[in-house]
């Protein structure tokens, strides 16, 4: 994925945790915290290069949680 790309992330909230939405094919979740549900899927869609994570304004409806950036920096060397 192109390190320019801005990735925008929906959370989901269900019984088993916190579900981002399938981006590129991958997705990714945790237990106990909507934040590391993201990091976790900014590795995948960004191995190499440094992110930054951005809480976006958002009105929880039905089972969506929260609203997320993830913006690629530099590369990691």
Known sequence: MATNTTVEVFVHLDHSGYRTKTIKGKKASCTYDAK???ERLA???FPDFHKTIER???SP???LHSKWLIV???AIR
């Open 43 to 45: 590795d995948k869609l």
């Open 56 to 58: 976006q304004p958002c």
């Open 61 to 63: 409806v039905g089972r």
């Open 36 to 38: 590391l549900a993201v």
């Open 72 to 74: 690629p920096g530099e």
